[in-house]
Every structure is written in C-alpha cells, then in structure tokens.
C-alpha cells in the first residue's frame, strides 16, 4: 500500500477551509488573563502567539492536533488578516503585558518582603571560658562576711 504524502501547505489550507474564521477574526477566546504567562521568567505573548493560541484552540474543536500544520495555518490566517483584525489582538496583547508587569512587580516586592535577614557571621573559634565552678568561688571570695567575725569561712 502506498503512503501519501501532503505538504504542510496543503494541509493548512485545508484546515483553514474548516475553521471557522468568526471564532479567530475577532478572536473567541480573548480574556488576556488567560494568555497571562506564570512565572517570573517568561515574557508575555505578542499579538501573532496569541491569534495562534486561538486557532490552536479552534483547529482542536475541529479535531487537528498537528501542531506544524496549526502554526502554518495560524502564520498564513495572520498574514491575511486586515489591520482591523489585527488590532484586536494588538489590544489583548497590549493589555496581558500590563498585566505581566504588574504581577512582575507584585512578585518582586513579595520576595523582597519574604527574604531572610542577612545572619550575622559565624565565629570560627570558640571562646574560652573558665569552668562556671571557679567563677562562682571567685564571686563569693569577694563578698564582704556578714556575721563580722572573720573566721574564714567560704562559700563554695
């Protein structure tokens, strides 16, 4: 039996002839807390990953999971889109990188806020004290007798 072949074009022409280009062109799925990243270390999405993430979301409720043959599919829709189409994703885009800088900084300010004083250094060598025994003699031997009758006695 032999295989065909078709060519990622082929195939992301034929998938955008399934999509249905009201759910991407304005996009379906525009709530940007959602395209938000998690973690302090990504950078938010830009106006063509977001429409991608879009037609990902629409080419999976039609049933094609081929990510190759989705991003070609989302590249050519972006390439075809009109300014006005393309604004609504520049807007969403705009507004989850605010709030990506707002939460950058709210993560910021909490790890400032949870660290760790700084510990004082540690001493390399231990004091050596006298034996806590010689310390209270010496404390006593000191102490004026209260009976006024020097015999001598000692507290030890």
Same mark, same amino acid.
């Given at each position: $039996?032999?295989?065909?072949?078709? *060519?990622?074009?082929?195939?992301?022409?034929?998938?955008?002839?399934?999509?249905?280009?009201?759910?991407?062109?304005? @996009?379906?799925?525009?709530? @940007?807390?959602?395209?938000? /990243?998690?973690?302090? #270390?990504? =950078? /938010? *999405?830009?106006?063509?990953?977001?429409?991608?993430?879009? %037609?990902?979301?629409?080419?999976?409720?039609?049933?094609? !999971?081929? $990510?190759? %043959?989705? #991003?070609?599919?989302?590249?050519? +829709?972006?390439?075809?889109?009109?300014?006005?189409?393309? =604004?609504? !994703?520049?807007?969403?885009?705009?507004?989850?990188?605010?709030?990506?800088?707002?939460?950058?900084?709210?993560?910021?300010? =909490?790890?400032?806020?949870?660290? &760790? /004083?700084?510990?004082? @250094? *540690?001493?390399?060598? &231990? +004091?050596?004290? @006298?034996?806590?025994? #010689?310390?209270? #003699?010496? $404390?006593?031997?000191?102490? /004026?007798?209260?009976?006024?009758?020097?015999?001598?006695? &000692?507290?030890?």
């Amino acid at each position: $039996m032999a295989e065909i072949k078709f *060519s990622t074009d082929f195939l992301a022409t034929s998938l955008i002839e399934k999509l249905n280009r009201k759910n991407i062109f304005p @996009p379906l799925f525009n709530d @940007p807390e959602s395209f938000v /990243p998690t973690g302090r #270390s990504r =950078k /938010p *999405s830009n106006s063509f990953l977001i429409c991608r993430r879009n %037609v990902c979301k629409e080419a999976k409720r039609k049933g094609t !999971y081929n $990510m190759r %043959v989705i #991003s070609k599919a989302a590249a050519l +829709l972006w390439n075809n889109a009109t300014f006005e189409e393309k =604004k609504v !994703y520049k807007t969403i885009a705009k507004r989850v990188n605010e709030i990506h800088e707002i939460r950058k900084l709210t993560f910021n300010f =909490k790890v400032k806020l949870t660290a &760790q /004083p700084p510990r004082a @250094p *540690s001493i390399s060598h &231990q +004091l050596h004290l @006298p034996p806590i025994s #010689s310390i209270l #003699s010496s $404390m006593f031997e000191t102490l /004026p007798n209260s009976d006024q009758s020097n015999t001598g006695t &000692q507290f030890i």
